[in-house]
């Protein structure tokens, strides 16, 4: 069984004076306190060590979101009382390598921010061969107000990002409604803003979620992730891939015959390999180069370039073959396809086949 997530408020705040006002107030429901980035930048480290004086008992997070001088910024946030520091995810990886070295020396912790990182496993690669195990995923405001939601393709990356190894926050509209949407998943921190600063009852809504955190996370994620690692057949596999990624639009094909489908005794795909004929007007070596930079930790080696005009997808090479290992690949390609121009159904492709793995 894992620990349910730890609640963190997000004080996002543009005066120090209602912020602290609800610290004050809310503090009792929390684990962390989050100094948010517009209270970082209009009260400066003021703000961190009122909130450290205010709740000397409580984790403190500066989002700081550092772009450059990675150390600087973790030393001045830690030396004013902070726990924990943000590092925006387009950083030099100098800058994430001098402040993840400052939080390590100094017992704290630094997370990375995936605020527009769009080669978000490539890059999540690079950083944990620093040494970085905390990752804040989440949907940015300005995605909340032009109408994005969570996604089952979210919940594929962030499983990917857990089976790196890193421990995850998620944030972004969290409310009491959307907790049951992440409960399979093993996450560190959920991050609660608006949800709980905004409710009629601020300690109250607080409570309310902390107490809904850990009875939807009493053991419901540990035993729903060790499903999705569960080992599936080699055949089901690649029928969840093939299936998944007709849903995107695409068209399965062998030696360049179209597929007439998996159900069909005429059908051309027996083994574990799909190749897959790519959209007219792509450019195959960058849709690979793509792909493969998008894929997980042991994956790369499960997709190609075939013969002219597709590309192959064969999971009877994965190191692990499993209901993440199949989703993960389904999402590379998804995103793969979208780089290079061209639209693809994710959220179809997914369902078609957890539908399919769910036989």
Same mark, same amino acid.
């Given at each position: $069984?894992?620990?349910?997530?730890?609640?963190?408020?997000?004080?996002? &705040?543009?005066?120090?004076?209602?912020?602290?006002? $609800?610290?004050?107030?809310?503090?009792?429901?929390?684990d962390?306190?989050e100094?948010?980035?517009?209270?970082?930048?209009?009260?400066?480290?003021?703000?961190?060590?009122a909130?450290?004086?205010?709740?000397?008992?409580k984790?403190?997070?500066a989002?700081?979101?550092?772009?450059d001088?990675?150390?600087?910024?973790?030393?001045?946030?830690?030396?004013?009382g902070?726990? $924990?520091?943000?590092?925006?995810?387009? =950083?030099?990886?100098?800058?994430v390598?001098?402040?993840?070295?400052?939080?390590?020396?100094?017992?704290?912790? $630094?997370?990375m921010?995936?605020?527009?990182?769009?080669?978000?496993?490539?890059? =999540?690669?690079?950083w944990?061969?620093?040494?970085?195990?905390?990752?804040?995923y989440?949907?940015?405001?300005?995605a909340?107000? =032009?109408?994005?939601?969570?996604?089952? =393709?979210?919940?594929?990356?962030?499983?990917?990002?857990?089976?790196?190894? &890193?421990?995850?926050?998620?944030?972004?509209?969290?409310?009491?409604? *959307?907790?049951?949407?992440?409960?399979?998943?093993?996450?560190?921190?959920?991050?609660?803003?608006r949800?709980?600063?905004?409710?009629?009852?601020p300690r109250?809504?607080?409570?309310?979620m902390?107490?809904?955190?850990?009875?939807?996370?009493s053991?419901?994620?540990?035993?729903?992730?060790?499903a999705?690692?569960?080992s599936?057949?080699?055949?089901?596999?690649?029928?969840?891939i093939r299936?998944?990624?007709?849903e995107?639009?695409l068209?399965?094909?062998v030696?360049?015959?179209?597929?007439?489908?998996?159900?069909?005794?005429?059908?051309?795909?027996?083994?574990?390999?799909?190749?897959?004929? *790519?959209?007219?007007?792509?450019?195959?070596?960058k849709f690979?180069?793509?792909?493969?930079?998008?894929?997980?930790a042991?994956?790369s080696?499960?997709?190609? *370039?075939d013969?002219?005009?597709?590309?192959?997808?064969?999971?009877?090479?994965?190191?692990?073959i499993?209901?993440?290992s199949?989703?993960?690949?389904?999402?590379?390609?998804?995103?793969?396809?979208?780089?290079?121009?061209?639209?693809?159904?994710?959220?179809?492709?997914?369902?078609?086949?957890?539908?399919?793995?769910?036989?």
């Open positions: $069984m894992t620990n349910p997530p730890l609640l963190q408020l997000a004080l996002d &705040y543009i005066s120090l004076p209602p912020a602290l006002v $609800m610290a004050s107030l809310v503090a009792p429901e929390v962390i306190i100094i948010g980035t517009p209270l970082c930048k209009a009260a400066g480290l003021e703000a961190i060590r909130v450290r004086e205010l709740c000397p008992d984790l403190i997070l989002d700081f979101k550092t772009p001088v990675g150390g600087l910024e973790a030393t001045i946030a830690f030396d004013a902070a726990d $924990m520091v943000t590092v925006i995810g387009g =950083a030099a990886l100098a800058t390598e001098q402040a993840y070295e400052v939080a390590r020396k100094r017992g704290k912790q $630094m997370l921010e995936l605020t527009g990182v769009r080669d978000i496993l490539a890059r =999540a690669a690079e944990r061969q620093i040494g970085v195990e905390r990752l804040v989440h949907r940015e405001w300005d909340q107000s =032009a109408g994005r939601e969570w996604s089952e =393709a979210d919940k594929v990356i962030i499983r990917q990002l857990i089976n790196m190894g &890193y421990k995850l926050t998620v944030t972004g509209g969290l409310n009491m409604e *959307l907790l049951p949407f992440f409960a399979d998943l093993p996450i560190s921190i959920l991050i609660c803003g949800g709980i600063r905004e409710a009629p009852d109250a809504a607080a409570r309310a902390r107490l809904a955190i850990a009875e939807i996370w053991g419901s994620s540990s035993n729903n992730f060790q999705n690692q569960k599936i057949p080699v055949d089901l596999a690649a029928k969840a299936w998944g990624v007709s995107m639009g068209s399965l094909t030696n360049g015959n179209n597929c007439p489908g998996c159900n069909s005794p005429a059908r051309l795909c027996q083994s574990s390999r799909t190749e897959v004929r *790519l959209p007219a007007g792509i450019e195959r070596q690979i180069t793509e792909l493969i930079g998008n894929t997980g042991g994956q080696q499960a997709v190609g *370039l013969s002219p005009g597709s590309f192959y997808i064969d999971v009877g090479v994965l190191p692990q499993n209901q993440d199949v989703l993960g690949l389904l999402s590379a390609t998804s995103v793969a396809l979208q780089k290079v121009g061209h639209a693809a159904n994710l959220n179809a492709a997914l369902t078609a086949a957890k539908n399919i793995l769910t036989e």
